[in-house]
């Protein structure tokens, strides 16, 4: 009788050891192959606990788990892929609304293609031959439904940020609190005893900005005693500098805080404030927009509004998924922050504070 050595068991070549499946997941969550599935589907809520639903996003997560997204999207008839349009990559903000849209897409099986519209504002083009063959739906950041008339005449679900909740032709709206937080900026300048303030009002004709420019009128129209005046600027730290310079050398009694439309145009203003001899914030007081990271790598560190731009596109992703399920989401808005910092203080007293630059 001859004998045999044993052969051992072969050893599950990678590909093998990469093909995870719902079932494994499953195992790991400790939940059912069904429940998999409603939570990777996002229909989970009303049917499975949340703590279960974050127990199978662990697990796909820590296994490597991917759907078949082929089958799935045959199975629907969808491409698994939405398009968020931004005005331009000129800030980290749009970057971080691309992460936290990501995200979301992430746990439904979606890609997300991120296209910097190159009209700023304006019309932005159909980047595909056919968007409604391409795409299952159009995020959009910051710009007005009309500018995006190539993509919405696809048919395409059109989800709008930073946008008017009354334009009809967005499917649905995800609004930051805009006006709340220009109003807040306001309010700490008055708090602090400016009456003389200059409004660095970013210069683009769109839904956001205008919303800025009224809240600040009414909130320092509701002070006794307070000078508004406005002075447009482009965003850009040399457009903020020149917009300061204007303002800050006008004829009449100089203002004592500039309160500007964003960080970035406040980065140029302070510059402006030092090169003219005044200090910020003991002679002028100067606040921003947006909380970049640009606002704690100047000195003194900007007071500016935080918007949470990663719960924003978290927001938008989330909504649009609720349209692709047959819903109709009602507008949403985000509420955002006042970060009070070193560029903002009482005005000085006395009278010099009155004149232009020089004493002229």
Same mark, same amino acid.
């Given at each position: 009788?001859?004998?045999?050595?044993?052969?051992?068991? *072969?050893?599950?070549?990678?590909?093998? /050891?990469a093909r995870i499946t719902s079932r494994d997941v499953a195992r790991a969550a400790g939940v059912s192959q069904a429940a998999v599935s409603l939570v990777l589907g996002d229909k989970w809520r009303g049917r499975v606990s949340a703590a279960k639903a974050e127990a199978v996003r662990t697990a796909a997560r820590e296994l490597g788990y991917r759907p078949n997204l082929a089958a799935r999207s045959l199975r629907m008839g969808r491409t698994r892929t939405a398009l968020l349009v931004v005005p331009a990559l000129t800030t980290e903000f749009f970057a971080r609304v691309y992460t936290g849209a990501a995200r979301i897409a992430a746990d439904r099986g979606f890609g997300v293609v991120l296209y910097p519209s190159p009209e700023g504002?304006? @019309?932005?083009?159909? @980047? &595909?031959? %056919? /968007?409604? /063959?391409?795409?299952?739906?159009?995020?959009?950041? %910051? !710009?007005?439904?009309? *500018?995006?008339?190539?993509?919405?005449? *696809?048919?395409? @679900?059109?989800? !709008? =940020?930073?946008?008017?909740?009354?334009?009809?032709?967005?499917?649905?709206?995800?609004?930051?609190?805009?006006?709340? $937080?220009?109003?807040?900026l306001a309010t700490h300048l008055t708090d602090l005893g400016h009456r003389r303030i200059t409004h660095l009002a970013a210069d683009i004709d769109s839904w956001t900005f205008a919303l800025r420019g009224h809240a600040v009128t009414e909130a320092l129209a509701a002070v006794p005693g307070t000078l508004l005046r406005r002075q447009p600027s482009a965003l850009g730290v040399d457009a903020g500098l020149r917009a300061a310079h204007t303002a800050l050398t006008a004829p009449g009694p100089r203002p004592t805080a500039l309160l500007c439309d964003d960080d970035i145009i406040a980065a140029g203003a302070c510059k402006a404030v030092r090169r003219l001899g005044l200090r910020v914030p003991e002679d002028i007081s100067v606040a921003g927009f947006d909380d970049l990271a640009l606002s704690v790598a100047v000195e003194p560190e900007l007071t500016t509004v935080r918007l949470p731009?990663?719960? &924003? $596109?978290?927001?938008? #992703?989330?909504?649009? #998924? *609720?349209? =692709?399920?047959?819903?109709?989401p009602a507008p949403a808005t985000l509420p955002v922050t006042l970060v009070a910092r070193g560029s903002t203080a009482p005005p000085p007293a006395g009278a010099h504070n009155t004149a232009r630059p020089g004493g002229q």
């Open positions: 009788m001859t004998s045999h050595e044993a052969t051992p068991p *072969a050893l599950p070549t990678p590909a093998a /050891a504002i304006g @019309p932005a083009r159909d @980047p &595909f031959d %056919s /968007a409604a /063959a391409t795409l299952d739906g159009v995020i959009a950041s %910051s !710009m007005a439904a009309e *500018a995006l008339s190539a993509l919405r005449d *696809a048919g395409l @679900p059109l989800v !709008m =940020l930073d946008s008017d909740p009354d334009d009809t032709r967005a499917t649905a709206t995800v609004n930051l609190d805009i006006a709340d $937080g220009a109003r807040q731009a990663e719960e &924003f $596109g978290e927001a938008g #992703m989330r909504a649009l #998924m *609720a349209v =692709l399920d047959g819903g109709r």
